[in-house]
């Protein structure tokens, strides 16, 4: 199947000129989105050797930019021997032909270069998996302008209704092998996705569970690394974690939870890979608690928060708490410039969300504070309560032993009875484990609803106005 010149995209050794569009908006959202393109490139390992910008009030809907603007394109990448033009703008199938046509180069858009680094990184089956569907999705709908030799084909007619020549027919023949191979890689994925979400559900069934979530190089390896026991991938890069990594947290006392580090977001992600990425992000969905880590240290933090709130209320991760990490403290002297006065953002910060923490992952400030709230999320409403149990199941014995303030100790036929200060979640997780016991005298589940009593459901939240969300802007 020939697919013209986005067939194969090998964009990693080419200098490239990127262009933005500007279509209203704020200024400094634009210049951020510019700049998060040009670390997209550079993660790809394109050579950015030129910026073109444009302010219209609509695209043009033959080249996106004005004809004037893609003549200057095209004299200033002969200038600058670019190989390859990168839009920060989604472009139609038809202005990536016309484009290629009137600047004779390789013209991708933004989500053609995250498909590709994402390819690039995709390292499990299921993320390979995920990101070829994600592909094929984005390029079943541009087969036809892929196609430009279709006209010579038959015959130099031209490519328009009533045109039915042999390559007419190769084009549909094309559309049946990506159908089909969409088709067999979803059920592929199918598999692997459900055997995934029985592990997730049952992990947080057994433990407590917690997510890091963030914008991509936000710091969530490098957290993850300080907190467990490590071995995530971490470097100052783009998309350097690409799949899930779970391992055990050591939370004080005996006890811990289950972290997860999870792949990182960006602004206008391919509505293809938030569809096919979604599981991925199950272990955001499923966790007990979410910990949102921001780069406060970087200038574009108050878009980066918002995106990560918008995503995860997409994705319907919206029912347990979300903590918000302030990660890289250590650096804001470093990225402030004396000319903008004093440097006031993590003040700003902590009154815009009063419960955020700032952390270090380099210095390790605030991460025993981290270790705090989340147990105390972890045990739950504390409860004094009287435990009885059998001598025989010592794996529950042993858990309220290490984990649980214990006052007083009887034992009596067999069974020893443990006068406790017991959280919810904790006495939950007793019974996941499979312990035999009563509560007070009662049974566990019945000793639940007395001594927790569910509290009247809460009005539906109204969504946040994370868009208006602003500091240091």
Known sequence: METGRHGEIDIRVEPAVLVGVQLGGKDNDFRASLEELRALAETAGVRVVGIL??????????????????????????????????????????????????????????????????????????????????????????????????????????????????????????????????????????????????????????????????????????????????????????????????????????????????????????????????????????????????????????MQYRTVSNVLDEIGATAQPRILLLNKVDRLPETWLPEDGPDRRLEEWLARVPDAMPVSAVTGEGLDALAERVLSLMKGDVRPCVLSMPLSDGRAIDFVEKRVPVSDRRWTDGRVELSVEIGRRQLEQLLAGGARLTVDGLPPHEALRTLWPEPARPAPARPRPHDSFAVGE
């Not at 050591?250 to 997860?260: P, Q, R, V, W, Y």
């Not at 509505?271 to 910990?291: G, M, N, P, Q």
Request: glycine share 8%.
């Open 53 to 302: 910008e444009q302010r219209r009030a609509a695209p043009r809907g033959k080249t996106y930019i004005g004809k004037g603007k893609v003549e200057e394109l095209a004299a200033m990448c002969r200038e600058l021997d670019a190989k390859v033009v990168i839009f920060d703008n989604e472009l139609a199938p038809t202005q990536l032909a016309e484009l290629e046509k009137s600047l004779s180069i390789k013209v991708i858009d933004r989500s053609e270069l995250i498909l590709d680094i994402f390819a690039n990184r995709a390292t499990t089956k299921q993320a390979q998996l995920q990101v070829e569907i994600a592909q094929l999705e984005y390029t079943a709908p541009r087969l036809r302008a892929m196609w430009s030799h279709l006209g010579q084909v038959t015959g130099g007619a031209p490519v328009g209704v009533g045109t039915r020549g042999p390559g007419e027919q190769q084009l549909e023949i094309d559309r049946r092998i990506v159908k089909a191979k969409l088709d067999r890689l979803r059920r592929e994925l199918a598999e692997i996705e459900a055997r995934r979400s029985r592990e997730v559900r049952q992990r947080r069934d057994e433990h407590f569970t917690a997510a890091l979530v963030g914008y991509t190089n936000a710091g969530k390896s490098s957290l993850f690394n300080r907190l467990t026991r490590g071995g995530a991938y971490a470097a100052d890069k783009l998309f350097a974690t690409l799949g899930t990594r779970v391992e055990q947290w050591n939370l004080g006392g005996g006890n811990a939870a289950l972290l997860s580090d999870t792949v990182g977001f960006v602004q206008r992600l391919p509505h293809h890979l938030v569809a096919s990425f979604r599981a991925t992000l199950e272990d955001a969905i499923e966790s007990h608690v979410i910990l949102v880590v921001l780069d406060v240290a970087d200038l574009s933090a108050p």
